[in-house]
C-alpha cells in the first residue's frame, strides 16, 4: 500500500497559538548551529565540552518560552570530527534533573554510546573518549533517559554531529558549512498563548504521535535563508519527537539525495519529495540554477497533520559558489551477502491496550533481550503488527552498527534506502529485513522505536555485544 496518499491535511484544534501578534513569517534569518571548537592535547586528541543548561528563547516576538539547550539556550552546536579523529566530550548537567547524551549513529564502545545506563547526575559530568571509526556521514546527539527523552528533547535537547572522510572531502560537492551546505533540523512544536511548550500529551496522543501546530527550522519559526543560484546541500534531520515528515519544494522542483543516515549514497536520487520518520536523516542537493531573485519554500507536510512552509529560500546572484552537477559516483557500498549471515533474529513492534512492545516486552534495564557475539553478521527482521483499528506506524532504530536494507515486505529497498542506515520507518503491516555486522566494539547497547514518546512508554530492548 503507498502510504503516502495519507498525508493529509487536517484542521487540529488545540488552545494553543500558531503566531503571536506582531510575528512576520520569513522575517528572520535562518540560525546555522555553529560548529563546537576544540581543545588538542599533545597526544593529538580533540576534546569537546558542552553543557546542558536551561534557557529561553523568544520563538514569536516578546513571548519568551523556557527551553533547554546545550551551550546555549536552545539545541546546541555542530560537532565536526573526521575519520580517524581521537575524541573526548566532556559533559556538563547544570539541570535540576538527570540526563544522558547519546551519539545517534556513531559507532562506538557501549559504554561511550550515551544511552540509559550512562546517566549523568545533576550537577556532575560525563566524559566519555572514542576514536571517530566510520564514513562521512551526518549524525546527531540528544537525551536518552528512561522515562523523559521525549520531554528533554520536546524542550531542546538536540544538535547536529557531522563525520568528514577523504572520500567526502574529495567530492566535489558543496562543502561550505552555512553558505551551501546547510544543517536543517526540523522539528515541530505546541505552544501556549504565553508562549511556553505545550508539552502534555494525551495517551491519545502518546499513541498516535504528538503533532505540534508550528514547524522549526533550527529553532526558528518561518526563517529565510539567502542561497546562492547553484547547487545547494541541505542535510535534513527529522528532530521531531513523532511526527513523519514529507519535505518538498513549494514550487514542485526535484532535488536529488546523495546521503542517507550512515552515509553517502553510491550515486544521487532525483525525487520530488522525501519521507523522513523520527530519528533519520538524509541529504539532498536543490540546484538552484537559473532562479536569481526568485523566492522558494520548504515545505514539511505532517502525517496526519498540517502542511508548513517551513522555511524561504531567496536566491541570490553568486558566481563564487558554481557548483551545478553531481559526481557519478558518489560512494562505493559493499553489499553484504545474505549467506554471510550467522543468526537471522526477528523483533516484532507491537501496540495494544495501550501499551507498545517489542517481541511482547517492555523495555527493563535490568534484562538482556539479546545477546550477540562480536563479529557476528546479522539479519534483523522488524515487523510492525497492527492490532484491529490501532494502525500506528513506527521507526525501528539500532546503537552500535549501521546497517543494509535487505528488502520492505519481501520488495528491494528503493535507491534512496539502498545506503548505510541506523533508522527505518515501518508503517503498519510493514516487514524489514536488514543485515549488518557487530565488529570492533562490545558492551551494552539499545534498540527501539524513534517515536520518542513510543520509547518513553517501553518501547525498547537491551543488546550486549560479548566477545
Known sequence: MNHLKYFIVTLVFLPLVIFAQGFTPFSQ????????ESERTSAGEKIYKLTVQTGSVSFFGSKATPTLGFNGNYLGPTIRLNKGDKVSIKVNNTLNEVTTVHWHGLHIPGEADGGPHQ???????????????????????????????????????????????????????????????IPLIIQDRRFYNDGTFAYRPSRHEIMNGLIGNTVTINGSVKPYLDVPDSMVRFRLLNGSNSSLYKISLS?????SQIASDGGFLEKAVEMNSSVLSPGERAEIIVNFSGLAGKYLSLKVEIYKGREFEAIQFRVEKNSALSIDTIPSRLNRIVRIPESKAD???KFVMQTGMGTFSINGKKMDMSR???IVKLGNTEIWEIYNRPMGMMQIPHSFHIHDVQ????????????????????????????????????EDYTGLYMYHCHFLEHE?????????VQP
Open 403 to 438: 546497517f543494509l536494507i535487505l528488502d520492505r515486505n519481501g520488495v528491494p529497498p528503493s535507491p534512496a534506502e539502498s545506503g548505510w542506515k541506523d533508522t527505518v520507518l515501518l508503517w503498519p503491516g510493514e516487514t524489514v529485513r536488514f543485515i549488518t555486522k557487530f
Open 456 to 464: 518513553d512508554d517501553g518501547m525498547m530492548g537491551q543488546f550486549e
Open 343 to 345: 543468526i537471522t533474529r
Open 29 to 36: 534569518e535562518l540560525f546555522i548551529p555553529p560548529v563546537l
Open 251 to 255: 514550487d514542485g522542483t526535484s532535488f
Open 368 to 370: 538482556i533481550d539479546e
Open 119 to 181: 546517566i549523568i547526575e545533576s550537577g556532575e559530568s560525563w566524559n566519555p573518549v572514542f576514536t571517530v571509526n566510520q564514513q562521512a556521514a551526518t549524525l546527531w546527539y540528544h537525551p536518552h533517559i528512561m522515562g523523559t527523552t521525549a520531554e528533554q528533547v520536546y524542550r531542546g535537547l538536540a544538535g547536529m554531529f557531522i563525520i568528514d572522510d577523504p572520500n567526502s572531502d574529495n567530492l566535489d560537492i558543496p562543502k561550505d558549512y552555512g553558505i551551501n551546505d
